[in-house]
């Protein structure tokens, strides 16, 4: 069976999002999986074929504000020809693929999130301006705060699972096809 190599470096997946052009700068990705496992990878959109080649060209389509009628003379978009020229990209793909975040650009506000990117934890916190707040200015209310983070915090220690929240769910069973399960849930970024 052949094996594929698994890319996690950020130059192969600037040049899947089509961010920079390749070739991809060199890397040090050393992982190997079977190809099957790589094609369903590739299936459920974890990740991309790296490529290896990208051709830009322009090709003739049907203009999309009259389409080709011919009691249509004066298209403001096609100036009357019916058809209007698009920039297409034809890409070589590798054979190797390079994981990738499903939904990495924001096609209205043109962000972009690598999908190795480090991820900050948003949890609600005691900082120490809230302490000194609390408890050497006097505030009634910080300490109201702080006291109820206490009781939240010894609740979630002390009642764990689905009888006390209801947001757990006991565990799926194995599935392959929907990424479920202890075997195939691994966490990933979908």
């Known amino acids: 069976m052949k094996r594929v190599k698994v890319h996690h470096c950020i130059s192969q997946e600037m040049v ?13 990705c050393r992982e190997m999986i079977e190809y099957k ?12 074929w ?5 051709e830009r060209g322009e090709h003739k389509v049907v203009c999309p504000m009259c ?3 011919p009691e249509i003379r004066n298209c403001a978009n096609c100036s009357g020809t019916g058809t209007v020229v698009e920039p297409v990209i034809w890409e070589t793909f590798g ?3 390079v994981l990738v975040s499903q939904a990495a650009a924001d096609p209205k506000e043109k962000k972009y999130r690598p999908a190795l990117a480090m991820k900050t934890p ?5 900082e120490s301006e809230h302490i000194e707040l609390a408890y050497v200015d006097g505030n009634k209310e910080a300490q ?5 983070y206490g009781r939240l915090i010894l609740d979630a ?30 966490g990933r970024a979908i």
């Not at 948003?122 to 005691?126: E, F, G, W």
């Open 95 to 97: 054979a190797d693929i």
């Open 144 to 148: 109201e705060r702080i006291e109820e």
């Open 122 to 126: 948003r949890v609600a916190t005691i």
């Open 16 to 28: 899947a999002q089509q961010i920079e052009e390749p070739p991809a700068r060199k890397c040090r």
């Open 67 to 69: 389409g080709n009628k």
């Open 50 to 54: 790296t490529v290896v080649g990208r």
């Open 37 to 48: 496992e790589a094609d369903q990878k590739v299936k459920k959109g974890e990740a991309r």
């Open 157 to 186: 220690r002390a009642f764990v699972g689905p009888n006390r929240l209801p947001a757990i769910k006991s565990e799926p069973k194995d599935n392959a096809s929907r990424s479920e399960g202890r075997t195939f849930d691994y």
